[in-house]
């Protein structure tokens, strides 16, 4: 049975083709999640264990699998990666305080960059473990080649869902692979999700089984609590103008670089195509999240104090909520062999970070929080950072952005190593 005639398909005459009558469901379904997450009491005890962000992929995903909407034909997607994506990368990123991440001490930078170091290994050390012992699991040509999906998961385990939308562009990441790829990514993102808010119950013992000194855990308790009194306010007409006009200022600016930089390169360089070089999303995606780190020591910064990367985050979530709509629920039962590519990978990252944790003698809560603020990003950093105390909540976000800033360069250069195993 093809999957156009399974008897979950609703009839072709039921199918949303209209752009306009989709993005009104999507907005909709994202509206329904976000207000049960907040103001029911059922869904309160509901996403205690089942993330927001997997119902956003999720909900769009059953849509598409029951032939609701066709995805295929709309230009959503399109516009949510050349238009949202990029603007919300440059909210979110100008909102990164470097000399504040410098000061939270050099262990907790150091586990961040444990945490991506162990995404950006860890990927191509499971490609090839898996690939010497099924090779048909990670094989695939073109942009169905299983490497190149795998560029994606390393995007949303370093900075988040537009680090995933970014590498999905640039590697050419065929439809039905992404959706595979989005279970893996999910189901154990979740999993060391999980098992690191159980590590975060047992923080003090351990602590004190490593002889962690937790002295500037309390010290950045204070200091992370004066700087949110002290910067943050309501937001005003005047700051939402401020905000469209450097995001949407940045994304037009980074179209039309790119529009020069890629015919140069085409015709002085074209060697440089393997290196992805001659995409203009590439370059899109890479210009938004420079200027975004730029103007992070800029006067734009102060935008963060009535809410930039909130603004940031919905774009972003409206673009997770495309991409989910274009995932097929029934493709991850074609290729469960990638779930122990995905465990692997994750593996190595916890035990790479456990390593370093323990020769330095760093906190649980650095380790935990530079995890999840590489795999989790924004959407759980904060949740991880707040089960050791609430008012470290922001700190998770903080750590969350830096991967944001990082996430695309490490990814990419992830995918070309996995690239180059690929090719032996």
């Known amino acids: 049975m093809s999957p156009d005639s399974a008897w979950w398909r609703l009839p072709e005459s039921l199918m949303i083709?209209?752009?306009?009558?989709?993005?009104?469901?999507?907005?909709?379904?994202?509206?329904?999640?976000?207000?049960?997450?907040?103001?029911?009491?059922?869904?309160?005890?509901?996403?205690?264990?089942v993330p927001t962000l997997l119902l956003c992929y999720f909900v769009p995903s059953?849509?598409?699998?029951?032939?609701?909407?066709?995805?295929?034909?709309?230009r959503l997607y399109f516009v949510a990666s050349r238009y949202l994506l990029p603007t919300c990368l440059v909210l979110l990123t100008l909102s990164i305080d470097l000399p504040s991440v410098m000061r939270l001490g050099y262990k907790a930078?150091?586990?961040?960059?444990?945490?991506?170091?162990?995404?950006?290994?860890?990927?191509?050390?499971?490609?090839?473990?898996?690939?010497?012992i099924s090779p048909e699991t990670v094989g695939g040509d073109g942009p169905d080649a299983v490497w190149r999906g795998l560029t994606t998961i390393a995007g949303s385990w370093i900075g988040g869902g537009a680090n995933m939308a970014a590498m999905k562009e640039v590697f050419d990441v065929g439809g039905p692979l992404?959706?595979?790829?989005?279970?893996?990514?999910?189901?154990?993102?979740?999993?060391?999700?999980a098992v690191l808010l159980f590590l975060a119950q047992k923080s003090a013992t351990?602590?004190?089984?490593?002889?962690?000194?937790?002295?500037?855990?309390?010290?950045?308790?204070?200091?992370?609590?004066?700087?949110?009194?002290?910067h943050a306010r309501n937001i005003t007409f005047h700051d939402l103008m401020f905000m469209s006009a450097i995001g949407f200022g940045a994304t037009g600016f980074a179209h039309a670089a790119a529009g020069f930089i890629v015919p140069l390169i085409q015709?002085?360089?074209?060697?440089?195509?393997?290196?992805?070089?001659?995409?203009?999303?590439?370059?899109?995606?890479?210009?938004?999240?420079?200027?975004?780190?730029?103007?992070?020591?800029?006067p734009a910064r102060k935008l963060e104090g009535p809410g930039a990367s909130r603004v940031g985050s919905a774009m972003l979530y409206v673009l997770i909520a495309t991409i989910g709509m274009h995932m097929d629920i029934t493709a991850v039962f074609s290729n469960p062999g990638l779930f122990a590519v995905g465990l692997i990978w994750i593996g190595f990252h916890g035990a790479l970070l456990i390593l370093v944790a323990r020769l330095i003698r760093a906190p649980m809560f650095y380790m935990a929080v530079g995890s999840q603020a590489?795999?989790?990003?924004?959407?759980?950093?904060?949740?991880?950072?707040?089960?050791?105390?609430?008012?470290?909540?922001?700190?998770?976000?903080?750590?969350?952005?830096?991967?944001?800033?990082?996430?695309?360069?490490?990814?990419?250069?992830?995918?070309?190593?996995?690239?180059?195993i690929a090719a032996t």
């Open 17 to 49: 083709t209209n752009d306009a009558v989709l993005m009104g469901l999507l907005a909709v379904t994202l509206g329904v999640i976000f207000y049960t997450e907040k103001h029911t009491r059922a869904g309160a005890s509901f996403f205690k264990y």
């Open 62 to 74: 059953i849509y598409n699998t029951i032939g609701l909407i066709d995805a295929e034909e709309s």
């Open 109 to 132: 930078v150091v586990m961040f960059f444990t945490g991506t170091i162990g995404i950006v290994i860890g990927g191509p050390l499971a490609l090839l473990l898996v690939g010497t």
């Open 178 to 193: 992404f959706s595979q790829m989005i279970a893996v990514d999910v189901l154990c993102a979740n999993l060391w999700l």
């Open 206 to 230: 351990i602590d004190r089984r490593m002889r962690a000194d937790v002295t500037a855990i309390e010290d950045l308790k204070l200091r992370v609590e004066r700087f949110h009194e002290q």
């Open 267 to 298: 015709q002085h360089a074209p060697i440089l195509e393997r290196l992805s070089l001659t995409s203009s999303f590439f370059w899109i995606v890479v210009l938004a999240t420079t200027i975004g780190i730029l103007l992070s020591f800029s």
């Open 374 to 420: 590489n795999v989790g990003g924004a959407a759980s950093a904060p949740v991880v950072a707040a089960a050791f105390h609430p008012s470290l909540a922001p700190v998770g976000v903080l750590l969350a952005v830096m991967g944001y800033a990082v996430g695309t360069y490490a990814a990419w250069i992830c995918g070309l190593i996995m690239q180059a």
